[in-house]
């Protein structure tokens, strides 16, 4: 957005981390409000891909989700070490109750709630989803589905996507909602 964009990070108290399932828009609307609030946006699973060297789906080949998950939690933790930023996690992070313990103590966690149907629209083309790798995947969407929201309900915040919505409009929802638990001071100025 050039010289224009406003630069809020002054006014967002602590991160901001995006739960949720694969395809609810965790990294899109990361970077609509990394790019509304002038701070940082990190992405868990890209973080993790480039330290070690390996895309996601290698780690779970060769090492298995256990040691993916045990990843997971010690890059969030780095993240979470520096400056306020936008985080967005993978799908399973938060399913971890070290890892809720540590993000409910050290940011803003906001569940981006997404249907089945939503959510396989936006995913039934991906072929990078580990998990997704099976006879059915669109079955396999839905047991994730139904076996992760009770954890992601724990979060404190929630945003339910719409698939009319824009990005900028679920944005925007999210903004009302950090400045509502007051991780935002005040509506960034336009």
């Known amino acids: 957005m050039g010289e224009s964009a406003p630069q809020e990070s002054s006014r967002l108290a602590k991160s901001v981390v995006l739960i949720g399932m694969m395809g609810a828009g965790k990294t899109a609307i990361g970077r609509a409000l990394s790019t ?13 891909v480039q330290s070690a060297r390996l895309t996601i789906a290698e780690i779970f080949e060769r090492y298995g989700e256990p040691f993916f998950r045990e990843k997971e939690g010690q890059v969030i933790a780095r993240l979470l070490d520096g400056p306020p930023c936008i985080l967005s ?3 399973g992070a938060w399913l971890s109750e070290e890892n809720r313990k540590m993000l409910l103590s050290r940011a803003s966690v906001v569940w981006l709630e997404a249907d089945l149907a939503l959510l396989w629209s936006r ?17 396999t969407l839905a047991e994730l589905l139904e076996e992760r929201t009770p954890s992601y309900a724990l979060a404190p915040a929630k945003v339910t996507v719409k698939p009319e919505w824009s990005i900028d409009l679920t944005a925007a929802q999210v903004m009302d909602v950090l400045r509502q638990n007051g991780t935002l001071s005040e509506a960034p100025a336009r």
């Open 36 to 48: 509304t609030l002038g701070v940082p946006m990190r992405d868990s699973d890209t973080e993790i």
């Open 89 to 91: 996690t993978g799908g």
């Open 123 to 139: 995913v039934k083309h991906k072929t990078h989803r580990p998990l997704l790798r099976t006879d059915d995947p669109r079955a």
